[in-house]
């Protein structure tokens, strides 16, 4: 069912398969909250989807929403975003009722492309939830317009009319840069170009790819074609973070998503990961984390989940 042996164990929803074969190779797929619970139940365990991002907009009711080791909790009128591939659980409140809206992630590179990067500060390769009454007065005035917006897009999505895909797509970039200016903002925004944005993205690959073998920075370079210095520049400038920290980051986020979705052991998990020695996993580890392996388990057990 997955694409990569680390996500084996997490089951991937194609939601045109799983759920509704007309549309199988869909980029955008829309449906209200009520007929998705109804069909796959209100308490949703561990899952993702693999190149596809997903957005949940809770219109009234409570949602509980557990994103790799993140755990958010809000009430409606909110929403949450998914970043793609990343595994997710959540439970709704039978009263719960909304909208759930899946976008393949390469229109929102498309987006990111043409300058939603250089306008905002924008990481849709996180978890965003945005609550409507936790926004300050200025901000609260723009959430009429994602409410209509979702509108539109039901509206659209039911009736067949002529330019329905385009509209489609358009209400969506629409949506996805009003979410952009909503979400909290982690650094001051920096020009990208398109040529940094496009090796970002296969550096990015590359380091989906290959994390676990613990390459050294120059095998990526040769395969980017490109010199270390020009991939630490176009890191710095797009992420604001170094091509090693990139890498540990996601050995890191893998670790933090295996400890808390699975009882694989430290041991297990160090040789899955591509470690040899457990003691050093265990060092790097806390060196990132500034805790033990052990410690954020405990912290992170879906039974003791507390508000983020």
Request: proline share 5%.
């Amino acid at each position: 069912m997955s694409d990569t042996r680390h996500n084996e164990w997490i089951p991937n929803i194609i939601l045109g398969q799983d759920y509704d074969r007309r549309y199988l190779d869909a980029p955008i797929h829309y449906d209200v909250l009520e007929n998705l619970a109804a069909f796959y139940g209100r308490d949703m365990p561990v899952h993702r989807h693999a190149q596809y991002l997903q957005i949940h907009y809770i219109d009234r009711g409570n949602i509980s929403f557990h994103i790799d080791d993140k755990v958010y909790r809000a009430q409606g009128p909110s929403l949450i975003l998914t970043p793609p591939s990343v595994p997710h659980s959540f439970l709704t409140e039978p009263e719960a009722c909304g909208h759930v809206l899946t976008i393949h992630q390469s229109i929102a590179w498309q987006l990111l492309k043409d300058g939603l990067q250089q306008e905002m500060d924008t990481d849709l390769n996180r978890g965003i939830c945005i609550v409507r009454d936790e926004l300050d007065e200025e901000q609260r005035l723009q959430w009429p317009l994602i409410t209509q917006t979702f509108r539109n897009l039901k509206l659209e999505w039911y009736r067949e009319r002529p330019a329905k895909r385009l509209t489609l797509h358009t209400l969506v970039r629409l949506l996805l840069i009003q979410i952009s200016r909503l979400s909290p903002k982690q650094a001051e925004s920096t020009t990208v170009n398109n040529d940094d944005l496009r090796l970002f993205r296969h550096f990015s690959d590359l380091i989906e790819e290959h994390f676990r073998e613990h390459l050294h920075l120059p095998v990526y370079t040769q395969s980017l074609g490109i010199s270390e210095s020009r991939l630490h520049q176009t890191c710095q400038r797009v992420s604001n973070r170094s091509p090693k920290k990139l890498i540990h980051d996601r050995i890191i986020q893998e670790t933090k998503r295996l400890l808390v979705f699975t009882d694989l052991s430290s041991s297990d998990i160090c040789y899955q990961l591509g470690f040899s020695d457990p003691a050093y996993f265990s060092r790097f580890f806390k060196r990132h984390t500034g805790m033990t392996a052990q410690h954020f388990r405990q912290q992170h057990k879906r039974d003791n989940w507390t508000t983020t």
